[in-house]
């Protein structure tokens, strides 16, 4: 068994892939619309579904907002330099909502993003092998 996606219910489709695309790097794996259904669904991600979990954005047809609740807290996604990825994420266009630094009660490096339509990803800095597992 393996994590194939994650949905995240978006207002204004185009906005959303132009965000996790442009801003943050990932591609465009499909896109298809439903007319049946009135919806539209668009996988994106760092690598080909085969190789690794992605993230579906749901267009629902005439939805002009979500409530987004306190249930959900975000995606993660590992970044070389969580400062350096800030301030291209910034560069692009993209919203910080926490600079990168230290989290609390530990030495982790993160930061957060937030997408179109409120959602958050944190950033978190790759630690080096040695500093994961110390002789």
């Known amino acids: 068994m393996r994590i194939l996606h994650t949905m995240l219910r978006v207002v204004d489709l185009d906005r959303a892939i132009a ?3 442009e801003v943050l790097g990932m591609q465009l794996l499909r896109r298809n ?3 049946e259904g009135e919806f539209t669904l668009a996988f994106v991600g760092y690598q080909n579904e085969n190789a690794g ?3 579906e954005l749901t267009y629902n047809w005439g939805v002009k907002q979500y409530d987004l609740g306190d249930g959900f807290g975000h995606i993660a996604i590992e970044v070389e ?3 350096a990825a800030c301030d291209g ?3 692009r266009g993209g919203k910080v909502v926490r600079e990168a630094g230290p989290m609390k009660h530990g030495n982790t490096v993160i930061a957060f993003v937030e997408d179109p339509d409120g959602y958050r990803i944190e950033l978190i ?4 092998d040695f500093a ?3 002789a």
């Not at 800095?125 to 080096?128: A, I, P």
């Open 33 to 35: 619309d439903y007319p």
């Open 89 to 91: 994420i910034r560069q």
């Open 81 to 83: 330099d969580a400062v």
């Open 125 to 128: 800095e790759r630690k080096s």
């Open 53 to 55: 979990a992605v993230i």
């Open 132 to 134: 994961e597992h110390p």
């Open 19 to 21: 965000f996790y695309t």
